[in-house]
C-alpha cells in the first residue's frame, strides 16, 4: 500500500483490514509460489462473478452460449489486471474481495457497451422525435398529445442545449443508446456523459416548466 | 406512468447527486453498508441519489450486491 503521512494518519487512523483481506494484499503483493497460487485463486474468483453478472444481465443483451462465456472470460482477466494496477489504492474499507469484484462490473459494462456496436438498432444521430412519445409511453391513438410533447421538447432542445448537450441527449433520449456504448462511440467516459446528460436534462425541464408543460418545481427528492 | 409525467420523472435531477465517478470510487463501501442494512441512503445521499438516476451505475450497484449477497450465502 502506498505509505501515508504518520501526523495524518494519528489523526484520522486508517481502516482496520480484516484478516482475509489483508492475506490477499500481501500475498498478492510478494513474489515467487505464494503470488502465483493467489492470483490463481483470485482469477477464478473474478471468473465466477464474471459469469454469474453476464448472466444476470443476459436477459437485457441478446447475447448467450460462448459468446456470453468469451465476454466473462474477458471480463475477468481485465478486472485482474485493474486489481493488480490499483492495489496500492485498497485502504480496506470494505473486504478486499468486495473491492476486487467492483472491477468485474466496470469490466462487464464496458464489454457490454462495445458489444452494442457490434449491431446497434438505429444510429446515434437520427432525429426521429417521433419516437419520443414511444419512449414516453404515448398509445399511437393519443395522436394530438404525441405530436405536443414531442413538438415542445424539440422545440426546447433547439433552443437551450449546445450541441454536445443535443448529440448526448438524442442518442440516449431518442434512439434508446445505452450510455456505456455512447462512451465507447464519444471516446468519452461514464462520468462525462452523464454529466452532459445531467444538465441537458435540467435545462430542458426548466424550459419545459417556463412554458407550462410541466410542474414549476426545480427537483424532488425521493 | 406515461407521456408527460414519464418524461417529467425522466428529466428531474436530484442536486446531491455525486456523479458516476464518486458514486464509484466509493461503491464497494456502499455495497457492504447495503448488504449488512447499515443506513447507506442516510449516509451517502447523494450516491444513492446517483445510483437512483444513473441506469450504468445502478446496473454495476446491483450487480456488485448480487455478487456480495452470493458470496456470503
Redesign the interface.
Known amino acids: 500500500m502506498t505509505p501515508a503521512d504518520p501526523a495524518i494518519e494519528a489523526i484520522f487512523p486508517p481502516p482496520r483490514v480484516d484478516p482475509d483481506s489483508d492475506h490477499w494484499v500481501r500475498t498478492l503483493s510478494g513474489t515467487g509460489t505464494e503470488r502465483e497460487e493467489a492470483l490463481a485463486r483470485l482469477h477464478e474468483l473474478l471468473l465466477k462473478?464474471a459469469n454469474?453478472?453476464m448472466r444476470?444481465?443476459g436477459g437485457q443483451l441478446r447475447i448467450s452460449g460462448p459468446e456470453l462465456d468469451d465476454l466473462a472470460y474477458q471480463a475477468a482477466a481485465d478486472a485482474l489486471l485493474a486489481i493488480l494496477r490499483k492495489l496500492g489504492q485498497f485502504r480496506g474499507?470494505?473486504?478486499f474481495?468486495?473491492?476486487a469484484?467492483?472491477f468485474?462490473?466496470?469490466e462487464?459494462?464496458a464489454k457490454v457497451g462495445r458489444h452494442f456496436w457490434r449491431n446497434p438498432a438505429v444510429p446515434i444521430d437520427t432525429e426521429d422525435w417521433d419516437r419520443l412519445?414511444d419512449r414516453?409511453?404515448?398509445?399511437p391513438d393519443?395522436e394530438a398529445?404525441r405530436r405536443d410533447?414531442a413538438g415542445a421538447?424539440r422545440l426546447a432542445v433547439d433552443e437551450h442545449l449546445t450541441q454536445r448537450q443535443r448529440k448526448v441527449f438524442v442518442a440516449i433520449?431518442l434512439n434508446g443508446v445505452?450510455?456505456?456504448a455512447l462512451v465507447v462511440e464519444l471516446g468519452s467516459?461514464?462520468?462525462a456523459i452523464?454529466?452532459t446528460m445531467?444538465d441537458a436534462?435540467?435545462k430542458?425541464?426548466a424550459a419545459?416548466a417556463a412554458n407550462g408543460?410541466?410542474?414549476d418545481e426545480?427537483?424532488?427528492?425521493? | 406512468m406515461n407521456g408527460w409525467s414519464a418524461l417529467d420523472d425522466f428529466l428531474r435531477t436530484d442536486p446531491r447527486d455525486v456523479g458516476c465517478a464518486e458514486a464509484m470510487e466509493l461503491l464497494h463501501v456502499y455495497v457492504e453498508l447495503v448488504a449488512a442494512d447499515a443506513s447507506a441512503a442516510q449516509r451517502y445521499p447523494g450516491i444513492a441519489a446517483h445510483l437512483r438516476a444513473c441506469g450504468p451505475c445502478g446496473e454495476d450497484f446491483a450487480g456488485l450486491l448480487a455478487a456480495v449477497r452470493g458470496a456470503a450465502e
Open positions: 462473478i454469474g453478472e444476470r444481465r474499507e470494505s473486504r474481495t468486495t473491492w469484484y467492483k468485474v462490473m466496470f462487464v459494462s412519445a414516453f409511453g404515448l398509445e393519443r398529445e410533447l421538447v433520449a445505452p450510455l456505456d467516459t461514464r462520468n452523464y454529466k445531467f436534462r435540467r430542458l425541464r419545459l408543460y410541466l410542474d426545480t427537483s424532488r427528492h425521493s
